[in-house]
């Protein structure tokens, strides 16, 4: 069961009573912003439906007042004198009134002759097939391109009392910009008007842009009833409709918010002066380890974080003090392990010398024998080293180079080596570092090899690191061995896991006393092998506090 996380003093105390007061204040405005939309709102839609029904009837009364127009001209056409002296009396009349952009009598088979001189056929034309279909004695038309004209306009006809020379309807175009003009007029605050036709959504007449692309519209329509089938829509922006309530509204944010924040910042006052202290002292408690634990210093004005606080001081001084036991007994820990692993390097290579002592013995060559006798005890002198963990570079290059002469006894016509020291004599260095590494470079590929083979021991420095190669040549090595190897220094295995025990030592050593700062690896080159010691370059005060 997942263990649930507990909340602090401050989150108890503070963060409920925040969100009480935000959960007030909130609901507050909620109440309010649904009071000004419930008494204002009703009282808006109203106004915007009566001033658009004021425009829808401006535009019937416009257009009942044009078609009255073309009903007188047809009246004055009762006495009829001929079709083109009927012309030039409706030329004459539209001229003084200047009503119409264009006007003339439609013939029963629907051919128009204007007042302009020319005539044309309105047959195929919706409005006049609807006239003549249903027997209408005034019709309206959609906005429609006239010919021979620029313009657009609204088509009205109206019956003939008389059947003289077969003609039926008089007609007259009323231009749309005359429309769009009267509109303007009456359009207050430059909301988009248009007139539009119900059956389609067809728009007529536009006045103003139109924004419902852009932002929320409210749409409202009345119908023109001076022309049947047209509606007058106006779009008013929901930024304009409740402008007014968001104003009301915003002020009421803005207080309640205020409100607010000077509410939290005084709970904030109150409650840090008991939270605080303890806030520190739990931070000073949390997320550090043993070695990061520091004595509580903060003031505590409260009888309960003093007590804490002395408490865990109390706590911070016995753990110091643990710790330092625990430092102690660490140190005599790796002293034993380190000495350990000394003495199970000088058997190994006792075992390999005297082998090698015995086969020059076998071979009666005495003074070789009296020569290696005197560089074993030389070598066995310097490992002793009377205890001392740490020698000079020089000294640990002597000692490799006397095994390096004890071994040459036996194989001088196999190899011949080079020692070079770039790094300086007085480095410090972990005794019996190299050793296992040079014999191993000889086990493994100079006793190995059927030519003549070459060591190099190489020492630089390369920032705060002592770097040593031990370069071997060799006909042939194993890649995947190497590879291996490598993974296995990487890791913490066992003994038994390594093909060799020197190479083991070595890694253990390191990593005994440096960790991954210090560490082994083996690399082949395109001679041969070459295996990388980095040691840690040790000042005076870390030799003190270092076995």
């Known amino acids: 069961m997942r263990k649930q996380k507990e909340k602090t003093l401050y989150?108890?105390?503070?963060?409920?009573?925040?969100?009480?007061?935000?959960?007030?204040?909130?609901?507050?405005?909620?109440?309010?912003?649904?009071?000004?939309?419930?008494?204002?709102?009703?009282?808006?839609?109203?106004?915007?439906?009566?001033?658009?029904?004021?425009?829808?009837?401006?535009?019937?009364?416009?257009?009942?007042?044009?078609?009255?127009?073309?009903?007188?001209?047809?009246?004055?056409?009762?006495?009829?004198?001929?079709?083109?002296?009927?012309?030039?009396?409706?030329?004459?009349?539209?001229?003084?009134?200047?009503?119409?952009?264009?006007?003339?009598?439609?013939?029963?088979?629907?051919?128009?002759?204007?007042?302009?001189?020319?005539?044309?056929?309105?047959?195929?034309?919706?409005?006049?097939?609807?006239?003549?279909?249903?027997?209408?004695?005034?019709?309206?038309?959609?906005?429609?391109?006239?010919?021979?004209?620029?313009?657009?306009?609204?088509?009205?006809?109206?019956?003939?009392?008389?059947?003289?020379?077969?003609?039926?309807?008089?007609?007259?175009?009323?231009?749309?910009?005359?429309?769009?003009?009267?509109?303007?007029?009456?359009?207050?605050?430059?909301?988009?008007?248009?007139?539009?036709?119900?059956?389609?959504?067809?728009?007529?007449?536009?006045?103003?842009?139109?924004?419902?692309?852009?932002?929320?519209?409210?749409?409202?329509?009345?119908?023109?009833?001076?022309?049947?089938?047209?509606?007058?829509?106006?779009?008013?922006?929901?930024?304009?409709?409740?402008?007014?309530?968001?104003?009301?509204t915003g002020a009421v944010v803005c207080v309640a918010v205020c409100i607010l924040v000077v509410v939290i910042f005084l709970l904030k006052r109150i409650t840090n002066r008991a939270v605080v202290p303890l806030k520190r002292l739990t931070e000073a408690m949390e997320d550090r380890n043993l070695r990061?634990?520091?004595?509580?210093?903060?003031?505590?004005?409260?009888?309960?974080?003093?007590?804490?606080?002395?408490?865990?001081?109390?706590?911070?001084?016995?753990?110091?003090?643990?710790?330092?036991?625990?430092?102690?007994?660490?140190?005599?820990?790796?002293?034993?392990?380190?000495e350990a692993l000394i003495q199970q390097i000088k058997p190994h290579f006792l075992y390999n010398t005297l082998e090698t002592i015995q086969s020059m013995c076998l071979d009666y060559e005495d003074d070789r024998v009296e020569n290696a006798i005197g560089l074993v005890a030389d070598f066995f002198r310097s490992s002793l080293n009377h205890g001392r963990f740490w020698v000079p570079l020089q000294a640990e290059l002597h000692q490799v180079e006397d095994y390096l002469k004890i071994q040459m006894l036996r194989y001088e016509e196999q190899f011949d080596y080079e020692i070079v020291n770039m790094a300086g004599d007085t480095i410090p260095f972990m005794r019996f570092t190299l050793q296992p590494i040079v014999e191993n470079a000889i086990y493994h590929g100079v006793k190995r090899s059927s030519r003549k083979e070459r060591i190099r021991i190489f020492c630089t420095t390369e920032g705060a690191y002592l770097k040593i190669k031990v370069e071997n040549t060799c006909e042939t090595y194993d890649r995947k061995k190497i590879e291996w190897l490598n993974d296995l220094f990487s890791t913490d295995v066992d003994a038994s896991k390594y093909p060799g025990y020197g190479l083991y030592n070595v890694n253990c050593r390191l990593k005994l006393h440096f960790g991954k700062t210090g560490c082994l690896r083996i690399c082949g080159t395109e001679n041969g092998v070459c295996v990388t010691v980095r040691h840690p370059i040790l000042q005076e005060g870390e030799l003190s506090c270092r076995p």
């Open 11 to 248: 989150a108890r105390i503070t963060k409920p009573v925040q969100m009480l007061w935000v959960g007030a204040i909130v609901l507050m405005m909620i109440l309010m912003e649904v009071f000004i939309h419930g008494a204002f709102q009703p009282t808006i839609q109203e106004l915007s439906l009566d001033m658009l029904e004021s425009k829808a009837n401006s535009i019937s009364v416009f257009l009942d007042a044009q078609m009255s127009q073309l009903i007188k001209f047809g009246e004055m056409l009762d006495t009829w004198d001929g079709r083109e002296a009927c012309i030039r009396e409706l030329r004459t009349a539209n001229q003084v009134k200047e009503e119409f952009g264009i006007i003339g009598l439609v013939a029963r088979n629907g051919t128009c002759f204007s007042t302009g001189g020319d005539s044309f056929s309105i047959a195929g034309e919706s409005y006049y097939q609807q006239a003549v279909r249903k027997g209408l004695t005034r019709v309206l038309s959609a906005p429609m391109q006239m010919k021979n004209t620029d313009g657009t306009y609204i088509v009205m006809l109206a019956a003939l009392r008389n059947d003289t020379e077969d003609m039926e309807y008089i007609l007259g175009a009323v231009s749309v910009t005359a429309v769009r003009q009267m509109m303007e007029q009456s359009n207050t605050f430059d909301f988009c008007t248009k007139i539009v036709r119900d059956e389609d959504g067809y728009a007529a007449v536009q006045v103003g842009k139109s924004v419902k692309d852009e932002e929320k519209v409210q749409e409202y329509s009345k119908p023109v009833k001076k022309w049947p089938g047209w509606s007058l829509v106006l779009e008013i922006p929901s930024s304009f409709f409740f402008r007014e309530m968001n104003i009301l």
């Open 292 to 338: 990061q634990l520091e004595q509580y210093k903060g003031s505590a004005n409260t009888l309960e974080i003093k007590q804490l606080a002395e408490s865990f001081n109390r706590m911070v001084a016995n753990t110091e003090n643990l710790m330092q036991k625990l430092e102690q007994e660490e140190l005599k820990k790796k002293d034993a392990e380190y």
